[in-house]
């Protein structure tokens, strides 16, 4: 399962294009440039019940328009109600949605797991600095259901191979917790691995109170 964005919405028939800078004429094609007419109709733009008042970078008012039957929507206004982080860069006119508040690394929230309530989100692989060494996949996990949880790992395998690792992650219920699959260097060496760049795993939840099993997931595979 690779990491990538997964920005879902404005399903309703209307196509959301990127508008970066002032909405002007001739408009931006792929590649060069064309006239067309700007059509300009009070458009607003309402999400979750509330209206968005789209400004630009420098807080100036922006106003989404038309062309041929295509509406263009301000990328920062509905980016930042949305709670994403807007960056441009001019040289390769590149316009970058992100999720804020993630761990280094992490580009975007991955779900991995969810299920009766809990919900795991993969965070990325790093080196660990653990006394033992090796590196760690780390994850988010969210119990909203009721009952106090506990998470392992079974049938675990590094780059294809099989190897042990180290994982027991006990979520109270209504709490959220990170965590980390553990894969220490020894068993990795004897591997003949050195970077860990993908790992495969089973989810084994269980009830932390009456130790009675709960959840078994479909093998998981996670890339870095």
């Not at 989404?64 to 994403?84: Q, S, W």
């Not at 590149?94 to 280094?104: D, H, K, N, R, S």
Request: glycine residues 8%; negative net charge.
């Amino acid at each position: 399962m690779n990491k990538k964005g997964k920005l879902k919405w404005f399903s309703l028939g209307v196509a959301v294009c990127i508008l970066v800078s002032l909405l002007v004429t001739p408009t931006l094609a792929s590649n060069g440039s064309r006239t067309a007419k700007l059509f300009f109709r009070d458009i607003k733009i309402v999400l979750n019940g509330s209206e968005i008042q789209p400004v630009n970078a420098d807080g100036a008012a922006v106003e989404p328009f038309i062309i041929d039957g295509t509406t263009y929507l301000p990328v920062r206004a509905v980016a930042n109600a949305l709670g994403l982080e807007v960056e441009w860069t001019e040289e390769s006119s590149t316009v970058t949605l992100t999720t804020p508040g993630l761990p280094e690394g992490a580009l975007s929230e991955d779900v991995i797991m969810d299920a009766n309530g809990v919900k795991v989100t993969y965070l990325g692989i790093e080196k660990t600095d653990n006394y033992m060494g090796g590196w760690a996949v780390k994850l988010l996990v969210e119990n909203t259901s009721a009952r106090n949880y506990t998470l392992q790992v079974r049938n675990t395998s590094a780059n294809g191979f099989m190897t042990d690792c180290v994982f027991s992650c006990s979520v109270a219920a209504g709490k959220s917790a990170y965590d980390e699959i553990l894969y220490y260097n020894d068993p990795l060496q004897a591997a003949g691995i050195g970077e860990v760049t993908e790992a495969e795993f089973t989810f084994h939840m269980f009830d932390s109170d009456t130790w009675l099993a709960d959840y078994d997931s479909q093998p998981v595979r996670v890339v870095k």
